[in-house]
Protein backbone atom coordinates (compact mmCIF):
# COMPACT_ATOMS: atom_id res chain seq x y z
CA UNK A 1 0.00 0.00 0.00
CA UNK A 2 1.22 3.64 -0.67
CA UNK A 3 2.27 5.54 1.87
CA UNK A 4 1.05 9.64 1.16
CA UNK A 5 2.94 12.19 3.35
CA UNK A 6 2.02 15.95 2.97
CA UNK A 7 3.91 18.81 4.09
CA UNK A 8 4.30 22.88 4.29
CA UNK A 9 1.89 23.81 5.78
CA UNK A 10 1.55 27.11 7.06
CA UNK A 11 -0.15 30.41 8.12
CA UNK A 12 0.03 33.31 5.55
CA UNK A 13 -1.12 35.98 4.74
CA UNK A 14 -3.68 36.69 2.60
CA UNK A 15 -2.27 37.55 -1.40
CA UNK A 16 0.53 35.30 -0.50
CA UNK A 17 2.33 32.20 -1.71
CA UNK A 18 2.81 28.68 -0.12
CA UNK A 19 3.80 25.45 -2.08
CA UNK A 20 2.78 22.52 -0.09
CA UNK A 21 4.40 18.68 -1.08
CA UNK A 22 3.16 15.24 -1.09
CA UNK A 23 5.64 12.75 -0.84
CA UNK A 24 4.81 8.63 -1.74
CA UNK A 25 6.46 5.71 -0.75
CA UNK A 26 5.53 3.85 -4.18
CA UNK A 27 8.81 4.08 -6.51
CA UNK A 28 7.87 1.57 -9.47
CA UNK A 29 4.74 1.95 -9.87
CA UNK A 30 4.08 5.81 -9.15
CA UNK A 31 4.00 7.16 -12.82
CA UNK A 32 1.12 5.04 -13.56
CA UNK A 33 -1.25 6.94 -10.50
CA UNK A 34 -2.79 9.65 -10.98
CA UNK A 35 -2.29 12.34 -7.85
CA UNK A 36 -4.57 15.19 -6.62
CA UNK A 37 -5.00 17.38 -3.52
CA UNK A 38 -8.20 17.83 -1.45
CA UNK A 39 -9.03 20.15 1.03
CA UNK A 40 -11.31 20.10 4.37
CA UNK A 41 -12.57 23.65 6.13
CA UNK A 42 -13.59 23.37 9.77
CA UNK A 43 -17.14 22.52 9.50
CA UNK A 44 -17.43 21.74 5.83
CA UNK A 45 -17.01 18.82 4.12
CA UNK A 46 -14.07 17.68 1.90
CA UNK A 47 -13.86 19.61 -1.43
CA UNK A 48 -12.01 18.31 -4.83
CA UNK A 49 -8.90 20.75 -5.38
CA UNK A 50 -7.66 19.16 -8.43
CA UNK A 51 -5.56 16.26 -9.80
CA UNK A 52 -2.38 15.44 -12.15
CA UNK A 53 -1.92 12.88 -14.29
CA UNK A 54 0.70 10.21 -14.09
CA UNK A 55 2.97 12.08 -16.57
CA UNK A 56 2.08 15.35 -15.42
CA UNK A 57 0.97 16.73 -18.68
CA UNK A 58 -2.48 17.10 -17.70
CA UNK A 59 -3.95 18.90 -14.64
CA UNK A 60 -7.83 19.78 -13.81
CA UNK A 61 -8.81 22.58 -10.94
CA UNK A 62 -11.72 23.16 -9.32
CA UNK A 63 -13.13 26.61 -10.36
CA UNK A 64 -12.74 28.03 -7.29
CA UNK A 65 -8.97 27.72 -7.16
CA UNK A 66 -8.39 27.88 -11.39
CA UNK A 67 -5.67 30.52 -12.25
CA UNK A 68 -4.51 30.52 -8.25
CA UNK A 69 -2.78 27.00 -7.71
CA UNK A 70 -1.07 24.60 -8.98
CA UNK A 71 -0.19 20.73 -9.39
CA UNK A 72 2.88 19.37 -10.78
CA UNK A 73 4.78 16.58 -9.79
CA UNK A 74 8.47 15.41 -9.77
CA UNK A 75 8.55 11.56 -10.41
CA UNK A 76 12.51 11.48 -9.82
CA UNK A 77 11.40 12.33 -6.56
CA UNK A 78 8.27 10.56 -6.00
CA UNK A 79 6.75 13.70 -4.76
CA UNK A 80 3.66 16.04 -5.65
CA UNK A 81 3.33 19.59 -5.20
CA UNK A 82 0.41 22.13 -5.01
CA UNK A 83 1.64 25.91 -5.14
CA UNK A 84 -0.86 28.01 -4.02
CA UNK A 85 -0.73 31.83 -4.94
CA UNK A 86 -2.65 35.09 -4.14
CA UNK A 87 -4.22 32.63 -1.30
CA UNK A 88 -7.38 34.18 0.40
CA UNK A 89 -8.74 33.43 3.62
CA UNK A 90 -11.39 31.04 2.32
CA UNK A 91 -8.56 29.24 1.43
CA UNK A 92 -7.84 27.85 5.35
CA UNK A 93 -8.03 24.09 5.55
CA UNK A 94 -6.54 21.22 5.55
CA UNK A 95 -4.95 19.90 2.82
CA UNK A 96 -4.54 16.22 1.72
CA UNK A 97 -2.94 14.46 -1.37
CA UNK A 98 -4.70 11.53 -2.56
CA UNK A 99 -3.60 8.49 -5.30
CA UNK A 100 -6.02 7.01 -8.09
CA UNK A 101 -5.27 4.33 -10.58
CA UNK A 102 -7.69 6.49 -13.17
CA UNK A 103 -8.28 9.96 -13.94
CA UNK A 104 -11.30 10.96 -11.78
CA UNK A 105 -12.85 14.44 -10.94
CA UNK A 106 -14.20 13.38 -7.87
CA UNK A 107 -13.45 12.68 -4.12
CA UNK A 108 -14.64 8.58 -4.49
CA UNK A 109 -12.30 8.06 -7.34
CA UNK A 110 -9.54 8.35 -5.20
CA UNK A 111 -7.70 4.92 -3.50
CA UNK A 112 -5.93 6.42 -0.22
CA UNK A 113 -5.42 10.18 1.10
CA UNK A 114 -2.64 11.22 3.27
CA UNK A 115 -3.32 12.55 6.97
CA UNK A 116 -3.18 16.36 5.73
CA UNK A 117 -0.86 19.32 6.49
CA UNK A 118 -2.71 22.38 7.86
CA UNK A 119 -3.22 25.73 5.73
CA UNK A 120 -4.48 28.61 7.73
CA UNK A 121 -4.65 32.35 5.53
CA UNK A 122 -4.96 35.42 7.86
CA UNK A 123 -7.20 38.26 6.64
Known amino acids: QVQLVESGGQLVQAGGSLRLSCAAS?????????MGWSRQAPGKEREFVGV????????YYTDSVEGRFTISRDNAKNTIYLQMTNVKPEDTAVYHC???????????????WGQGTQVTVSS
Open 52 to 59: ISGSGDWT
Open 98 to 112: GLSPHATLTLDGFRS
Open 26 to 34: ARASFTQYF
